[in-house]
């Protein structure tokens, strides 16, 4: 059974940064795509970052642009999101996601002003 974990959520100051992490087990998952959507109070769940396998190719959603990182270390199939200059707006529950068919629990990322 496929089980996504991730970890790195909290509470930070805007303009800070974070590190949200997303450990897949229970499966293959060479030749998968994973990512980062999230969800805040109210809004519906938005693109954050996607990657492939390799880590070749990577794209984001307009929020991320230019902030955010994603990074995959597939060996260990763990997927990361590197969230920087945070903004209050980024306040979200952060979800991974393989091929957006398996989730992770989310994690929460709390940004005050």
């Known amino acids: 059974q496929v089980q996504l974990v991730e970890s790195g959520g909290g509470q930070v100051q805007a303009g800070g940064s974070l590190r949200l992490s997303c450990a897949a087990s229970g499966g293959t998952f060479r030749n998968f795509a994973m990512g980062w959507f999230r969800q805040a109070p109210g809004k519906e769940r938005e693109f954050v970052a996607g990657?492939?396998?390799?880590?070749?190719?990577?794209n984001y959603g307009d929020s991320a642009k230019g902030r955010f990182i994603v990074s995959i270390d597939s060996p260990k199939n763990t997927v990361h999101l590197h969230l920087n200059t945070l903004k209050p707006e980024d306040t979200a529950v952060y979800y991974c996601?393989?091929?957006?068919?398996?989730w992770g629990q989310g994690t929460q990322v709390t940004v005050s002003s």
């Open positions: 990657i492939n396998w390799s880590g070749s190719t990577s």
């Open positions: 996601t393989v091929n957006a068919r398996y």
